[in-house]
């Protein structure tokens, strides 16, 4: 967390009170279920959210917390055993959930494309990486290039993402992991989409080349206007390159608002906890105050707020009934019964 | 008087708990229970592999059979139904046709053949009672007898008696010797591993068949030595490369680092926590082991370069050198029950460790 | 890559050498000497008997006869034929050799290229009806018996329904006043096919490196392949050798069927295993992704990868082959390496069998050496150093 976003934090909150208008991409009361042998596990549970042209969107949670599955919802990868129960994704206008395969086919890449973690296997060790990145221009550009053409693209690419261009012509194993990230980068660029999902961009890489990484795709981001959505559990990289923060916990978006504005004052006790949590390198040593309890069973969730079990502020109402999702203050919005309980942050945080 | 330092919280109990003493191969045994009924589950969700199970059980239940019928039922026909000594002529009906117009010689005796039989004066469709071998099926022979007049059903139960046998010689020594080369090699590495390493490529190379081919000729080759001799060949091939490799996955674990801070011995290391990891694949591996081992005996007995007295393999080629195979299902009983008897056999023990392979490799499973 | 083959020709050298030394072994470990083969007489005087042992240089230390007798294989003098003396033993086996080489490669050929296609669309549609029909038929090819499955293939195809002749390569009558002899056609038909596995290889290697855009490429393909393959037609249609090449081919496709469906049960149980394990990997998720057709997906990405393993277990499969061909020889008559083995080794011929384990080890270890090379070139990270 760095200095800009403090001195942010103490004018006015910018955002405006009305919802985002024309987003590129609107998530709609999204319900999503996987189907198990131990019966059904609740993955996705009514999440909605917007990013708008060129912004983005921060997704944070613990392991399991549905955001990778709100990702593969919106390429439509998920796996078989997966349910979409309810919802919309309109991405564009245009609601993907309603395409037939062939039609989500090519808007695969094309209109949403994404960045994986781990990109170390992302890679098919048969082929070169510069005929990899081809494949998917042969399939999306509405005007099939030559070769040639293809290539000068590429190398385009690779230089925007700060590897040296002759190496399209290597295999993957001849790539570090961090140029391999790099590369997978320049392949979802390739065919001009119009959102990217990072998911855990940087998770794998060391701390050195995760600078330069996302550097790279924030600089990228105001270039080309692009939407990004970023996926990590890894607050401190969310912070630094994300306009807009929600808080994902158990399936459930808990929180959401600019990014600023959550940082300096999260209102939900998940969203609290875990900023309260980080300890700060140059600040006065703290009493950390740590998450207890163990992520809930998504078979069987917990009635009510699902945060309920670890709540330090629950109070009987909050495992009654669910929370809606509330606006507090301007783009801010908060799903929980007693976020006025939620304190302030200790001063040497903002 | 040193304070031993309280850590912070409950971590102190309250009172001494009591630890049940219970003894440490009581609980292996008990642990080694519920593997063993999980690894059953899983197991026979695989129907293939269950068929296998039965098959195998039905040739044991053959193999065991054999001896008991000879002590009971025909222990007063020992020359009759024993299967590598026994003869039995059936009487069976020929009818008698021109001589070289003998279609179906099970059926038919020409005219010269009824006169060497004993009727001087043949005609055309006289019926003539001739004792033959090899017979077809009939009460006194479930499933015939053989060219030589041998009971075809003893045949096949003292064969599934010497499958067992070379099976479990081959299949025990190859992987005893190959778990132990696998796991010495993982653990110690260097040119102790690549030395054995080549050793099992060569052998690997080494096309076993042939080799078999002229060892047998040139020796005298019985079911247990040829057992050993698959099972070192086999031992030291293939298979050790697959569980060196697993036994390197298991070196790698932080719990042999902590045995030989412990002090634990280098054999101490091998013998008690890397083969122990290692033996699940190794009995996977054995049902293949015994697959290879009873192809390559039928093969060897079928060219008749075996000493053993009596195996599926010979019966095959007992009806084949005597002429029998065109007759094709006309003689069925001479070739189809042996044949079919080491197909099930190998395929019983193959399929069992296809099914094994499920339970030792999650992945392979099915969701 | 030059780097790899060198090093493996050096190690298939060096093994060679070791299976040559355990022969000799072998050869030796029986009690009494050769020449008893010949002095079994008890009239024949000793002096005799020395001279005899002289010649045959079994007089001279074990040592020296080790050394003698790697300098012999080498040149290819492996002695005289007990059995068909005075014929070489070099003789007979170089006139089987192409015969086995012909089973061999077939089967191998056709077994790989069935057996692959199949087990690759087998368990792209896992679950289906087809695929458990697939898997039920491979799984009896593959544990039947062979000896016994080759005589029933021998008796069906060949006694009951009369379709294909039993056994031998060829039909005397009908090469009676032939000005060819069998082992030339047969030469002739082996060097068409290692010309056109030449020139497919060659055609394939040159698109590659000189024509950069792939539809350009796939059509410059099609072109040189269809010239090609007229050619070959041409050629054979022309040439008188046909109708006895013909007779060839006629008697090889009962044995090759029998032997190639066996392996090729083999194959497509082992392609859809690694197929299974390759659709897993993280690259078809990429694929799938980058919104990439099912079909291709398959293809391009999944099989491609299976492929490595399958290569791999060639080297293993080689013995498995070998030894089939041994059998399939045996049944059907059919006079390559195996049979002659087989023929030795009851006439006691020892000149005979121990060179011709020794030509199958030469033909073993050769086939390890393709499958290292077609291994290399299929895997990248073996080829190209990172």
Request: proline letters at 6%; hydrophobic letters at 50%.
């Amino acid at each position: 967390m760095n200095r800009d976003q403090s001195a942010v934090a103490d004018e006015q909150p910018l955002a405006s009170a009305e919802p985002i208008a024309d987003p590129i991409l609107e998530v709609d009361h999204l319900i999503m279920n996987y189907r198990t042998k131990d019966g059904p596990v609740s993955a996705v549970q009514d999440v909605s959210f917007s990013v708008g042209r060129g912004e983005s969107l921060g997704l944070v949670g613990e392991s399991g917390c549905g955001k990778t599955s709100i990702a593969l919802s919106l390429m439509r990868l998920l796996p078989d055993n997966a349910e979409v129960q309810n919802g919309k994704i309109i991405l564009d206008g245009e609601n993907i959930l309603d395409l037939d395969d062939e039609a989500m086919r090519q808007t695969r890449w094309d209109d949403i494309a994404m960045v994986f973690q781990g990109a170390m296997n992302s890679w098919n060790p048969v082929y070169r990486v510069g005929d990899q990145i081809r494949e998917a221009i042969d399939l999306h550009w509405d005007v099939k290039p030559t070769v040639v053409e293809a290539n000068a693209r590429i190398a385009e690419l690779f230089e925007l993402v700060g590897l040296d261009p002759s190496m399209a012509d290597r295999y993957p194993h001849e790539f570090s992991g961090g140029m391999k990230q790099r590369a997978v980068i320049a392949m979802a660029l390739s065919c001009d989409p119009k959102v990217i999902i990072a998911d855990e961009p940087t998770t794998a890489l060391d701390v050195i080349v995760q600078e330069q990484v996302l550097e790279e795709l924030r600089s990228i981001q105001h270039e080309f206007g692009m939407s990004i959505i970023y996926i990590s559990h890894d607050i401190a990289v969310i912070a630094e390159i994300t306009d807009h923060l929600g808080v994902m916990y158990a399936g459930k978006l808990v929180e959401h608002g600019e990014t600023a504005d959550v940082f300096a004052r999260p209102r939900h006790p998940y969203a609290w906890l875990l900023l309260s949590s980080t300890p700060s390198v140059t600040g006065p040593k703290l009493q950390l105050s740590p998450l207890e309890g163990e992520p809930p069973n998504l078979v069987n969730p917990p009635t009510g707020c699902r945060f309920h079990p670890r709540c330090p502020f629950a109070t009987d109402q909050c495992s009654a009934e669910e929370p809606p999702m509330e606006e507090i203050a301007p783009g801010h919005t908060v799903a929980c019964w007693n976020h006025e309980q939620v304190p302030e942050m200790e001063t040497s945080r903002a | 008087m040193t304070d031993t330092a309280i850590p912070p919280g409950d971590l102190v109990p309250d009172e001494d708990i009591n630890v049940p003493e219970e003894s440490l191969w009581r609980i292996r045994l008990r642990l080694f229970g519920s593997t063993m009924r999980k690894n059953w589950s899983i197991f026979s969700r695989n129907r293939l592999g269950v068929v296998g199970v039965l098959f195998v059980g039905f040739f044991g239940f053959l193999a065991i059979l054999q001896p008991i019928l000879m002590a009971t039922v025909w222990s007063d026909q020992k020359d009759i139904y024993d299967p590598v000594v026994g003869h039995d002529s059936v009487i069976l009906s020929k009818t008698v046709v021109p001589d070289g117009e003998v279609e179906d010689s099970l059926s038919q005796m020409s005219f010269t053949e009824a006169m060497i039989a004993g009727e001087f004066f043949p005609e055309e469709g006289m019926i003539i009672e001739v004792p033959i071998a090899p017979a077809p099926p009939n009460v006194k022979h479930f499933l015939g007898t053989d060219p030589f007049g041998r009971d075809i059903l003893s045949q096949l139960m003292k064969s599934s008696q010497a499958a067992f046998t070379l099976g479990v010689i081959a299949a025990v020594s190859a992987v005893t010797l190959a778990t132990l080369v696998g796991s010495v090699a993982a653990y110690y590495g260097g040119w102790i591993d690549s030395s054995l390493m080549r050793l099992a490529d060569l052998i690997l190379l080494l096309p076993l068949l042939p080799l078999l081919i002229v060892i047998g000729s040139f020796w005298d080759v019985g079911l247990v030595q040829l057992g050993l001799l698959i099972g070192i060949l086999a031992g030291l091939g293939g298979t050790a490369i697959i569980l060196k490799s697993q036994a390197l996955s298991v070196k790698v674990k932080p719990f042999n680092d902590a045995a030989r801070v412990a002090g634990g011995s280098n054999w101490h290391i091998i013998s008690r926590h890397i083969i122990p990891n290692v033996l699940p694949l190794s009995f996977l591996y054995m049902m293949f082991e015994v697959t290879g081992a009873i192809f390559l005996e039928a093969t060897l007995s079928f060219f008749g370069l075996l000493s053993i007295p009596m195996s599926w393999g010979i019966m095959i080629n007992t009806a084949h050198t005597q002429g029998y195979t065109l007759f094709g299902l006309r003689a069925w009983w001479l070739l189809f029950p042996a044949g079919l008897s080491v197909t099930l056999f190998a395929a019983g023990f193959f399929l069992i460790g296809r099914a094994m392979d499920e339970v030792v490799n999650p992945r392979l499973r099915a969701r | 890559m030059a780097r790899y083959l060198g090093t493996r020709l050096i190690q298939m050298f060096f093994l060679f050498i070791v299976f040559l030394t355990i022969l000799f072994f072998l050869i030796n470990a029986q009690p009494g000497d050769i020449s008893q083969q010949f002095t079994a007489n008890p009239l024949i005087p000793p002096e005799a008997k020395q001279i005899l042992r002289a010649r045959l240089g079994i007089d001279k230390p074990l040592g020296v006869q080790y050394l003698l007798y790697i300098k012999n294989v080498f040149m290819l003098d492996l002695g005289v034929s007990f059995d068909h003396y005075p014929r070489t033993v070099t003789s007979i086996l170089l006139s089987a050799l192409p015969r086995t080489v012909y089973l061999f490669l077939t089967a191998t050929i056709l077994a790989y290229l069935v057996g692959f296609q199949t087990g690759k669309m087998t368990a792209w549609s896992r679950g289906s009806l087809a695929e458990k029909g697939t898997m039920v038929t491979s799984i009896i090819l593959y544990t039947v018996f062979y000896p016994w499955f080759s005589l029933l293939m021998l008796w069906f195809f060949g006694a009951a329904l009369g379709w294909f002749p039993i056994g031998k390569f060829l039909d005397p009558q009908k090469w009676f006043d032939s000005p060819y002899t069998a082992n030339a056609v047969f030469a002739a038909m082996l060097g068409t096919m290692f010309l056109s596995g030449l020139a497919v290889g060659l055609i394939y290697w040159g698109t590659h490196k000189w024509i950069i855009e792939p539809q350009q490429r796939t059509r410059a393909r099609r072109i040189l392949l269809l010239l090609f393959s007229v050619a070959v037609i041409v050629y054979w249609v022309v040439s008188p050798m046909s109708v006895y090449a013909a007779d060839i081919a006629y008697h090889t496709v009962l044995p090759v069927t029998t032997l190639t469906l066996v392996f090729y049960a083999a194959i497509t149980l082992l392609t859809r295993s690694s197929m299974l394990e390759t659709m897993t990997e993280d690259y078809i998720f990429t694929a799938r992704a980058k919104g990439v057709p099912e079909k291709a997906i398959r293809d391009r990405h999944a099989a491609r990868n299976a492929m490595l393993p399958v290569t791999t277990s060639f080297v293993l499969a080689i013995a498995f082959v070998i030894g089939g061909g041994i059998v399939t020889e045996s049944i059907f008559a059919w006079p390559g390496l195996g049979l002659a083995l087989l023929s030795a080794v009851q006439t006691e011929d020892v000149p005979v069998a121990m060179g011709a384990l020794a030509f199958i080890g030469i033909l073993a270890l050769f086939a390890h050496l393709i499958a290292d090379i077609l291994y290399a070139v299929l895997d990248p990270r073996i080829r190209v150093k990172a």
